[in-house]
């Protein structure tokens, strides 16, 4: 009897561990939500609608604006750094995944990566951020461009750092021109990035 209290109590305990995690999970992806459609000084009582919780309940995970805001642009990392082996896995062909994949950074980067912006002032955090977004993205397009070049070449031409800073320039005019077509320029990019692996 005892034993059966033990394991239900632990199994308890596992689900509210878990909880919290969920929660916070639902919080970043409403906050990232609202600040992609009202930006990131959007009122804290919009993004609780959008969570569907109370307002406290933000607070409660994240007590400061900018540490909500650097929870998601984190969080937007980390979905972007998770969907490359995932791409790679489902994809008919390794290009498939490169190109899919592309164009989810094409996403974080013309709807997201303005949340760096917002710790304007804070050139610590601001940079701790980039440094982040490098040392987790860099390996991911690393190893997908890897892939998606090894039937071409097994000496990829270009590095990865390289690839995400070219898309990077290629996004920079996006946010102020709506007929700029950013994707479209990317693609372009990644297809002379596979032609030149052909000898």
């Known amino acids: 009897m005892a034993d059966t209290q033990s394991k239900q109590a632990h199994a308890a305990e596992i689900k509210q561990v878990g909880r919290p995690r969920q929660s ?76 899919s994949w592309v164009a989810l950074f094409v996403d974080f980067l013309v709807t997201k990566h303005g949340l760096a912006g917002a710790l304007q002032g804070d050139t610590a955090g601001s940079d701790a951020l980039h440094t982040y977004f490098v040392d987790r993205l860099v390996p991911v397009c690393g190893s997908l461009l890897e892939a998606a070049l090894e039937s071409l070449d097994p000496a990829p031409p270009i590095d990865a750092y390289n690839v995400l800073k070219g898309i990077g320039n290629l996004c920079i005019g996006s946010a102020g021109d709506a007929r700029y077509e950013a994707e479209v320029l990317v693609q372009l990019l990644i297809s002379g990035v596979l032609a030149r692996g052909v000898r």
């Not at 993004?47 to 650097?70: D, K, M, S």
């Not at 990392?77 to 062909?93: D, K, M, N, Y």
């Open 24 to 99: 916070e999970q639902a919080l970043l992806d409403a906050a990232a939500a609202v600040f992609v459609e009202a930006g990131v000084d959007a009122p804290v009582r919009t993004i609780a609608a959008r969570a569907g919780v109370g307002v406290g309940t933000i607070y409660r995970h994240f007590p400061t604006r900018p540490e909500l805001v650097v929870a998601v642009y984190r969080h937007q990392v980390e979905a972007c750094a998770e969907a490359g082996p995932r791409l790679l896995a489902e994809s008919p062909t390794p290009e498939a995944a490169l190109r």
